[in-house]
C-alpha cells in the first residue's frame, strides 16, 4: 500500500494493540475519514507497525512542495544522499528541481503557505 504523507487512507480492522501503537507513533484517526500521518509522525515506526498487522508493504511517499505532485523517493536524483526519504513536505520533484526558476518558485509557495 502506497499513501501520501498527510491524506486520508483507510485501514482494514488491525486490533487493539497495533491501534495504540499507531495513535503513540502519531498516525491520526477519525472516524469518519480514517487514519492521516503528517510529517511530523515518526512515520518510520508507522510504516513498520503497518507492514506487521497488514502482512504487506506499507510505504508513505511525499508530495511536491511547489507543485503538489506525488515523488516517488526511489527515483530521486538524490535518494541515495537522502536523510529525510517520505518524511518530510519540503521535497521537490524532478521536474521542479531542474526547473531553472525553482529557488524563486518555492519562496512564492513558501510566502503563500506561510501568509
Wanted: hydrophobic share 45%; net charge neutral.
Amino acid at each position: 500500500m502506497i499513501v501520501t504523507v498527510g491524506e486520508w487512507f483507510r485501514l482494514p480492522r488491525l486490533g487493539r494493540e497495533a491501534f495504540v501503537s499507531l495513535m503513540k507513533a502519531g498516525l491520526v484517526y477519525d472516524k469518519a475519514r480514517g487514519f492521516r500521518a503528517e510529517a511530523d509522525a515518526d512515520l518510520i515506526k508507522i510504516v513498520s507497525i503497518l507492514k506487521g498487522a497488514l502482512e504487506e508493504d506499507f510505504e508513505f511517499v511525499p508530495r511536491c512542495f511547489t507543485c503538489d505532485s506525488i515523488i516517488e523517493c526511489y527515483s530521486c536524483a538524490y535518494y541515495q544522499a537522502c536523510g529525510v526519504k517520505s518524511l518530510t513536505q519540503n521535497c521537490l520533484c524532478g521536474e521542479c528541481v531542474n526547473n531553472g526558476d525553482a529557488l524563486s518558485v518555492y519562496r512564492r509557495v513558501l510566502i503563500k503557505r506561510i501568509v
